[in-house]
T-cell receptor
Framework: EPEVTQTPSHQVTQMGQEVILRCVPI?????FYWYRQILGQKVEFLVS????????KSEIFDDQFSVERPDGSNFTLKIRSTKLEDSAMYFC???????????FGSGTRLTVV | GQNIDQPTEMTATEGAIVQINCTYQTSGFNGLFWYQQHAGEAPTFLSYNVLDGLEEKGRFSSFLSRSKGYSYLLLKELQMKDSASYLC???????????FGTGTRLQVTL
């Protein structure tokens, strides 16, 4: 079964450092997403990406965050200057036609120290 | 804004049936997802309801009423491995953004 692949599985970074989280969505999917889940809390939407541009973003997705699809396979989330409160599990997801085939990756656990 | 409500915790006995309810208030509603999530892992897809009614898939069934903003997940013949969090999520807008509830932590006991 096709998978969404995320790397790394764990990342520890110092406050103020930049991090890039990487995702390889399912190959024929058109819609790409990032979500995050702070420990013990609900999954929260960050951003959606379609046709090489952001289609929707949440209030969490401020100027410190950016997304990019640098080639035909990767989808990245960059946090420019990490804060302690950015510590969370970050999930990438992709889907085919809108909500169909919506699949989550296994996540990257980001710890900011 | 978007609002999704589901119970925080439920307990049920192995072999029994349990129903997890979810109510939602959203705009631009597309459909309703149910995911299973074990601690420290990613959500795993269980069901996606677009139309009103019941959809059955093995031991799991999901129901949707769009007019009432209500869904439930029904788990039959509970097994110990079903102990997990069950997440209700509404898909909205052309970008199909998912808004999640807090999740219902289900504990299956002997």
């Amino acid at each position: 079964e096709p998978e969404v692949t995320q790397t790394p599985s764990h990342q520890v970074t110092q406050m103020g450092q930049e991090v890039i989280l990487r995702c390889v969505p399912i190959s024929n999917h058109l819609y790409f997403y990032w979500y995050r889940q702070i420990l013990g809390q609900k999954v929260e939407f960050l951003v959606s990406f379609y046709n090489n541009e952001i289609s929707e973003k949440s209030e969490i997705f401020d100027d410190q965050f950016s997304v990019e699809r640098p080639d035909g396979s990767n989808f990245t989330l960059k946090i420019r200057s990490t804060k302690l409160e950015d510590s969370a599990m970050y999930f990438c997801a992709s889907s085919d036609q809108g909500s169909y085939g919506y699949t989550f990756g296994s996540g990257t656990r980001l710890t900011v120290v | 804004g978007q609002n999704i409500d589901q119970p925080t915790e439920m307990t049920a006995t192995e072999g029994a049936i349990v129903q997890i309810n979810c109510t939602y208030q959203t705009s631009g509603f597309n459909g309703l997802f149910w995911y299973q999530q074990h601690a420290g892992e990613a959500p795993t897809f269980l069901s996606y309801n677009v139309l009103d009614g019941l959809e059955e898939k093995g031991r799991f069934s999901s129901f949707l009423s769009r007019s009432k903003g209500y869904s439930y997940l029904l788990l039959k013949e509970l097994q110990m491995k079903d102990s997990a969090s069950y997440l209700c999520a509404a898909s909205t807008g052309t970008a199909s953004k998912l808004t999640f509830g807090t999740g219902t932590r289900l504990q299956v006991t002997l």
